[in-house]
């Protein structure tokens, strides 16, 4: 793919997804769900290990979402993305190595290291998705949106294989056990994401624009914004509708993505079945979100996602009590697989046109607020639904399908204010 003169900064801001995803995937989405269960919240009940890692992500959500506005719109007054997205880079990389030294049995201590490492992933991701406007030209936006997520795909699928070799087979890597060799997995997530970082910290720059000089000034125009963004945001219906539908859906999204592993291993699927639907997960959503990025120039975005989201409804309203099998959970992670990377890189891009260029920062602010707001109400969801079943005294595996059905409802909602929204006629205009 040929992008022009800035293609240095393009496919340097790209590979920040190839560098953050293996947290994504190893950390967030694969061992720590599974490995908190099982070693730090050992001999409680799964229900009780569910509701933990529920609510620890719903306040990791939380903290993210308070801060991503505010942030944001003191980023945008100050110039300040690439320094707010080095330091919060380095609060989650460090998070992410401090995993490795926490003894067996300290749920509390493990759940509050990983919610400060999420919220490192999570703010940086903010300032990385305000670059997009910097590196990408308006009719450019959906494809280097795409393959920025179809290398975060790719990348950490690779570094994936590695990991499950580590714990399928540690005496290969000089590795007592098991245990010992997913805090080493944890270890190489964290190098990962630092080193593959380097390129967006030293090719990738803001355009230039004026700067208000001084911390005071800084902090006054930051909030200054914060509430010109908010007023303007709450005026815009188009963009209103978008961001509610994005708030709903992008729920169920990311938490599928967060609560998989433990799903699967509530309802007996076996850890290696799981990490085997998470890798195949990975290696379809690589050429399936340039594929989608593609079709978006002859569909449109909108279409796109509102497709993706229809098949997430079947994803999570069927898939929650089809499944029986460690192949029924290998089919269904194929077919999320293929929507995946589509619905939240287009969900970007489409974004990214409704707003004002010399505002990214302090839209996309709320943009993430919107996403990690959402990611409270979906942990929290499964994590009530496992807490009430559990003291009905049902079984924990009708718990944990009830929670993950439950959220079809978001991805309906999200889907109906959804077919609402407008697409903008710059992007009208792009795609006749």
Same mark, same amino acid.
């Given at each position: 793919?040929?992008?022009?003169?800035?293609?240095?900064?393009?496919?340097?801001?790209?590979?920040?997804?190839?560098?953050?995803?293996a947290?994504?995937?190893?950390?967030?989405?694969?061992?720590?769900?599974?490995?908190?269960?099982?070693?730090?919240?050992?001999?409680?009940?799964?229900?009780?290990s569910t509701?933990?890692l529920?609510?620890?992500n719903?306040?990791?959500?939380?903290?993210?979402a308070?801060?991503s506005?505010?942030?944001?719109?003191?980023?945008?007054?100050?110039r300040?993305?690439?320094?707010f997205?080095t330091?919060?880079?380095?609060?989650?990389?460090?998070?992410?190595v401090?995993?490795?030294?926490?003894?067996?049995?300290?749920w509390?201590?493990?759940?509050s290291?990983?919610i400060?490492?999420?919220i490192?992933?999570?703010?940086?991701?903010?300032?990385?998705?305000?670059?997009?406007?910097?590196?990408?030209?308006?009719?450019?936006?959906?494809m280097?949106?795409?393959?920025?997520?179809?290398?975060?795909?790719?990348?950490?699928g690779?570094?994936?294989?590695?990991?499950?070799?580590?714990?399928?087979?540690p005496?290969?890597?000089?590795?007592?056990?098991?245990?010992?060799?997913?805090r080493?997995?944890?270890?190489?997530?964290?190098?990962?994401?630092?080193?593959?970082?380097?390129?967006?910290?030293f090719?990738?720059?803001?355009?230039?624009?004026?700067?208000?000089?001084?911390?005071?000034?800084?902090?006054a125009?930051?909030?200054q914004?914060l509430?010109?963004?908010a007023?303007?945001i709450?005026?815009?219906?188009?963009l209103?509708?978008?961001?509610?539908?994005?708030w709903?859906?992008?729920?169920?999204?990311?938490t599928?993505?967060?609560?998989?592993?433990?799903?699967?291993?509530?309802?007996?699927?076996?850890?290696?079945?799981?990490?085997?639907? /998470?890798?195949?997960?990975q290696f $379809? =959503?690589?050429? +399936?979100? &340039?594929?989608?990025?593609? *079709?978006?120039?002859? @569909? !449109?975005?909108?279409?796109?996602?509102?497709?993706?989201?229809v098949?997430?409804?079947?994803?999570?309203?069927?898939?929650?009590?089809?499944?029986?099998?460690?192949?029924?959970?290998?089919?269904?992670?194929?077919?999320t697989?293929?929507?995946?990377?589509?619905?939240?890189?287009?969900?970007?891009?489409?974004?990214?046109?409704?707003?004002?260029?010399?505002?990214?920062?302090?839209?996309?602010?709320?943009?993430?607020?919107?996403?990690?707001?959402a990611?409270?109400?979906g942990?929290t969801?499964v994590?009530l639904?496992?807490?009430?079943?559990?003291? /009905?005294?049902?079984?924990?595996? $009708? =718990?944990?399908? +009830?929670? &993950?059905?439950?959220?079809? *409802?978001?991805?309906? @909602? !999200?889907?109906?204010?959804l077919?609402?929204?407008?697409?903008?006629?710059?992007?009208?205009?792009?795609?006749?």
């Amino acid at each position: 793919m040929n992008f022009g003169e800035n293609k240095k900064a393009v496919w340097s801001w790209c590979f920040y997804d190839w560098a953050n995803s293996a947290f994504a995937l190893t950390v967030m989405a694969a061992f720590f769900p599974g490995f908190f269960k099982e070693y730090w919240s050992s001999g409680v009940e799964s229900a009780i290990s569910t509701m933990r890692l529920g609510f620890g992500n719903a306040f990791a959500g939380l903290c993210v979402a308070v801060l991503s506005p505010v942030l944001g719109a003191i980023a945008g007054a100050g110039r300040a993305k690439k320094q707010f997205l080095t330091f919060f880079i380095c609060v989650g990389i460090i998070m992410t190595v401090g995993l490795f030294f926490i003894p067996k049995g300290e749920w509390f201590v493990a759940i509050s290291v990983f919610i400060f490492a999420r919220i490192g992933f999570n703010l940086a991701n903010l300032f990385y998705d305000a670059f997009l406007v910097d590196v990408a030209e308006l009719e450019q936006r959906d494809m280097v949106s795409s393959w920025g997520y179809a290398l975060g795909y790719l990348g950490c699928g690779i570094l994936f294989i590695l990991n499950l070799l580590m714990y399928k087979k540690p005496a290969l890597f000089g590795l007592n056990d098991s245990a010992t060799a997913i805090r080493y997995i944890f270890l190489s997530a964290a190098l990962w994401w630092l080193l593959f970082s380097i390129p967006i910290l030293f090719f990738v720059h803001e355009r230039k624009r004026k700067i208000y000089e001084g911390i005071s000034a800084i902090l006054a125009k930051g909030f200054q914004k914060l509430g010109k963004t908010a007023k303007t945001i709450s005026s815009d219906k188009n963009l209103l509708l978008f961001l509610i539908a994005y708030w709903c859906y992008i729920d169920g999204v990311h938490t599928v993505v967060m609560m998989c592993t433990d799903f699967g291993l509530s309802i007996g699927i076996s850890f290696g079945t799981l990490m085997v639907a /998470l890798l195949c997960v990975q290696f $379809i =959503a690589f050429p +399936s979100a &340039i594929i989608f990025g593609l *079709i978006s120039r002859r @569909i !449109g975005a909108k279409n796109v996602i509102i497709s993706a989201v229809v098949i997430y409804i079947f994803i999570t309203m069927g898939g929650a009590w089809i499944l029986r099998t460690g192949m029924h959970f290998i089919l269904f992670a194929c077919l999320t697989g293929t929507v995946q990377g589509a619905i939240q890189a287009l969900s970007r891009s489409f974004y990214s046109k409704m707003i004002p260029h010399d505002k990214s920062s302090e839209y996309f602010g709320f943009y993430n607020m919107v996403g990690r707001f959402a990611i409270i109400l979906g942990p929290t969801i499964v994590a009530l639904s496992n807490l009430v079943v559990h003291s /009905l005294g049902l079984k924990a595996q $009708i =718990a944990s399908r +009830s929670g &993950i059905s439950a959220l079809a *409802i978001l991805f309906i @909602i !999200g889907w109906i204010v959804l077919l609402k929204v407008k697409v903008p006629a710059t992007v009208s205009i792009e795609n006749s």
